[in-house]
């Protein structure tokens, strides 16, 4: 550990909790330098939707690389750029009834958002960017701009501007939509009127929170009548995370944008996307530019999982009955220590419980990974634990992280009661 403390930044953050060296990955499993075996249900923070080392994946990888096929080559067409694009188009975008073409940035998801957001604004003539409270889209200037935490928003150094920020559906009881709508008709309000309107439907970071079909319905139909463009960001919520390819498929609308990193490119190799509406694509050539803007391997691995996983709803009811397990826990959970938790939140796989302090949410992460399970916290005090196993976990692992997670419960409970008493 020595080599870590002495050479790496201090900006490193999940080591701190997961202080061990890991050094094999297969499936829903790490496996440290030292041979000790933890159940993931971390997932690469929503990367690894398919697991580690998928073996489906990976065959197709080596032998694509064993014939030499080109690793990097800026945005050239490529054979394998070809392969992803005609599988996005056969398995994600026809049986969707969605016609996107596809921009592919820089290899991360705040990336696809700056991409998203520049466009969005040269579209429009408009600079303004409405985003909402809880927000989470990255770390460069643009997205850290849209993004409502405030651990990540000091780091920036300088002024984060062009930003209108609503409150999401169910923040204080606040009807932002109405608040949004009213700003939008009224003169003297002081809203400059946005060229889009940048969201979650489920906000990872933010603590799982859910937008329902009616409000995400209601946002898309205020955004259409006032000329307003709408940008889905799903880098964390998509891929099936949430039980849909797309998180908002239930609601039935079709942004005008739609960001897609994390788990796009299978395997856990850097991607990333924005998908537009074709009359928006006014980019000039090289406009929004990246050295490594085509990573082929990813390209071939994310066809492949595009193949194998979404060709049929097979994937989906293995998610939805995987869900349906956690929420069960869930629920049973906060039924048995109504005193150390509040609800359930979160949607599909993108599902997590609320606890009563962020104290208490650490202590079970803590317990979590002394018992054998890497998992984490999110929400503004990390108030909330989630459970983000890959989306491939078979029944029996689900059942033993499950299981780590009820028994470190019943610890720190009897901690708990035992200091009240």
């Known amino acids: 550990m020595n080599i870590f403390k002495k050479q790496e930044s201090q900006v490193r953050s999940y080591s701190n909790n997961f202080p061990v060296v890991f050094q094999k990955a297969k499936g829903s499993w790490l496996e440290t330098e030292n041979g000790e075996r933890y159940l993931d249900f971390l997932a690469g923070a929503g990367s690894l939707n398919y697991g580690h080392n998928n073996p489906v994946l990976k065959q197709a990888l080596l032998e694509y690389i064993e014939n030499d096929g080109i690793t990097h080559g800026l945005d050239m067409h490529s054979s394998a ?15 969707r009834n969605l016609e996107y073409k596809v921009q592919f940035t820089g290899p991360t998801g705040t990336n696809a958002v700056e991409a998203a957001l520049k466009l969005a604004r040269k579209v429009t003539n408009r600079t303004n960017i409405v985003a909402f409270t809880n927000g989470f889209h990255g770390c460069t200037a643009g997205a850290l701009a849209a993004t409502g935490n405030q651990h ?21 009881d606040i009807d932002g939509l109405n608040l949004f709508e009213t700003m939008l008709s009224d003169n003297s309000s002081g809203l400059d009127k946005p060229a889009a309107v940048l969201l979650e439907t489920v ?47 239930s609601s039935g609308i079709k942004p005008d ?47 492949k999982a595009l193949e194998i996983y979404w060709a049929n709803d097979n994937f989906e009811n293995h998610i939805k009955q995987s869900s349906s397990k956690v929420s069960d826990v869930i629920l049973r959970t906060i039924k048995r220590h109504p005193k150390l938790f509040v609800q359930q939140k979160g949607r599909g796989m993108m599902i997590g419980i609320e606890c009563k302090d962020g104290i208490i949410s650490s202590d079970i992460a803590k317990t979590c990974f002394e018992n054998g399970m890497v998992i984490e916290t999110a929400g503004p005090d990390d108030e909330v634990v989630k459970f983000f196993c890959p989306l491939t976990i078979t029944e029996s692992e689900l059942d033993q992280g499950l299981a780590i997670f009820e028994d470190a419960v019943d610890s720190i409970a009897a901690k708990h009661f035992k200091k009240a008493s």
């Open 152 to 172: 990540h928003r000091q780091g920036a150094g300088v002024s984060l501007s062009n930003i209108t920020r609503i409150p999401f559906e169910g923040y204080a």
């Open 81 to 95: 750029k070809a392969t992803f694009l005609n599988a996005l188009s056969r398995y994600i975008l026809e049986p």
């Open 203 to 249: 906000q990872g970071e933010g603590g799982l929170n859910v937008a329902s079909n009616e409000w995400l319905q209601r946002l898309s139909k205020i955004c259409k009548a006032n000329d307003i463009l709408m940008i889905v960001d799903d880098i964390q919520a998509g891929c099936g995370r949430t039980g849909t390819f797309f998180s908002f498929e």
């Open 257 to 303: 944008m739609v960001t897609l990193s994390k788990s796009i490119g299978g395997y856990g190799l850097p991607m990333a996307v924005v998908l537009l509406k074709p009359e928006l694509d006014e980019w000039k050539p090289g406009e929004h530019n990246g050295t490594f803007r085509g990573n082929n391997h990813a390209f071939i691995t994310a066809a």
